[in-house]
């Protein structure tokens, strides 16, 4: 199976979305939970990254159709 745009999007828009609501949550939530900003922080970081990391995997080149296969 063969990897595509659609695929990429669907891979990169819930990642930044939810990786940025990880940081805003550290950066600015509430005081009592200053336990888990570096958590908080180190979620949102790793989701960022894996959004984009698979923008970086190469797609494969369209299959070309036989003659026989119609």
């Known amino acids: 199976m ?3 745009r659609a695929a990429k999007g669907i891979v990169l828009v819930p990642t930044l979305l ?7 949550t550290a950066v600015w939530g509430p005081a009592a939970a200053a336990d888990n900003k570096s958590l908080a922080l180190g979620v ?6 894996a959004g984009l990391l698979a ?6 080149a369209p ?6 296969e119609s």
């Open 44 to 49: 949102g970081g790793v989701l960022i990254a």
């Open 55 to 60: 923008q970086l995997m190469p797609e494969s």
């Open 63 to 68: 299959e070309a159709r036989s003659e026989d």
């Open 2 to 4: 063969s990897i595509n």
């Open 18 to 24: 939810l990786g940025s609501a990880f940081i805003a």
